[in-house]
């Protein structure tokens, strides 16, 4: 998709679920059918929308999950206790119902397999969805940037794409991808569990020498710590984008 | 942290309420903060979603730049911060 190329209208269209598949106990992926998909980038996101029998709607975002380049649309939803919209995406929507989205929207938040500069992304719990978009279009496309993640997690149990995580990252040019466990680390993790602090940052992440672009995503309260520390380190505010997910539920 | 101020979104939030009205991505165009003279782009906007609306305003100085509220079949939409906006479009 071009840059700034002159779009239409942006209209709401039916997509339909394709399939579902369990990430955690509390997260699940949409695998949605969207009939006139124009396409998307890496860390885009589509507004979704629910309307009810009386007509009361609820708009939320959500970003998009797979590489782009396919037919099909992914996301992956955290589910929030008490929430409006998430509670139906992880448990009441099923195969073969309808779902209401627009976009893809959003051209500040992405990363483009072309840019050769070193790629540091940094996530906070089911703030690693648009970020994981970044991880699978840098596969797809054999990108030549080297890439590292540092994820922040409650517990082991919680991470996202854990498998598919350490797959691509055991594979040749692949992330490296590094945790960080605020709750519960698994037996023998070298660090006590914790929130990312400075020393993790500059044992995880690439140094502002190396010049990467940086991503931050996750709860608002997550992405501004980290964005700080990112700065304080010596990053240029001008090459971090941060995307926040809204009220922090926790530290994730 | 300050607990004044209530948690806010990125102006990257409201993207799909822009692309409603503007046939381009208003989010990576560039504005001029009206208060205190910043270039911002409009992805980088603090963005409020508690008013009725969403509410972007100036990481700079905080004075509000924008605002959007969708209603039944309309849009109502404020830029009242923004002295000007320069939109990348290369000739087609
Ligand atoms: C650009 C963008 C992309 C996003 N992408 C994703 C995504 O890929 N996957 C995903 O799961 N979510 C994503 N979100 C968050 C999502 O939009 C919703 O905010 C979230 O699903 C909660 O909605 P809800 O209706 O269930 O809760 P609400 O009814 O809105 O809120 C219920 C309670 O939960 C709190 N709350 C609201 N939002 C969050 C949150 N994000 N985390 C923790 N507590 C919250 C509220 O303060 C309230 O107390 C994204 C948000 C943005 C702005
Ligand atoms: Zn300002």
Do not use: K
Request: aromatic residues 6%; hydrophobic residues 40%; contains cysteine.
């Amino acid at each position: 998709m071009a840059r700034a190329a002159v779009l239409g209208r942006l209209t709401w269209r039916v997509g339909t679920v394709r399939a579902v598949r369990d990430e955690t106990p509390t997260a699940r992926t949409l695998v949605l059918d969207v009939p006139g998909w124009p396409g998307h980038e890496a860390g885009q996101h589509v507004d979704v929308r629910l309307t009810a029998a009386d007509g009361y709607t609820a708009v939320r975002s959500y970003s998009l999950a797979n590489a782009p380049d396919a037919d099909r649309v992914e996301l992956t939803v955290q589910q929030v206790p008490d929430g409006e919209v998430s509670p139906y995406l992880t448990q009441a929507l099923a195969v073969g119902d309808p779902l209401e989205i627009r976009g893809p929207v959003g051209g500040w938040f992405v990363w483009r397999p072309g840019q050769p500069e070193p790629v540091q992304l940094v996530a906070g719990g089911s703030g690693i969805v648009p970020l994981m978009a970044m991880v699978r279009a840098h596969g797809t496309s054999g990108g030549r940037a080297p890439m590292r993640l540092l994820y922040s997690v409650r517990d082991p149990a919680s991470a996202l794409y854990r498998a598919e995580l350490a797959d691509r990252a055991a594979s040749d040019g692949g992330p490296e991808v590094t945790y960080a466990y605020t709750r519960a680390a698994p037996p023998g993790w070298p660090r006590t569990p914790g929130r990312i602090d400075a020393d993790l940052l500059a044992a995880a992440t690439w140094p502002p020498e190396a010049g990467p672009s940086c991503y931050v995503c996750g709860p608002t309260g997550f992405v501004e710590r980290v964005a700080d520390l990112l700065v304080a380190a010596g990053h240029e505010p001008t090459r971090i984008r941060t995307e926040r997910f809204g009220p922090s539920g926790g530290s994730p | 942290m300050n607990t004044e101020t209530p948690a806010h979104l990125d102006g990257n939030a409201a993207a799909g309420a822009l692309r409603e009205v503007f046939a381009v991505d208003l989010t990576t165009a560039a504005g001029r903060c009206e208060n205190c003279g910043r270039t911002v782009v409009l992805a980088e906007a603090r963005l409020y979603t508690r008013a009725p609306g969403l509410v972007g305003r100036c990481p700079g100085c905080e004075a509000v730049l924008f605002r959007v509220v969708r209603g039944p079949d309309r849009t109502w939409l404020d830029l009242r911060g923004l002295t000007c906006i320069e939109v990348s479009l290369p000739d087609a």
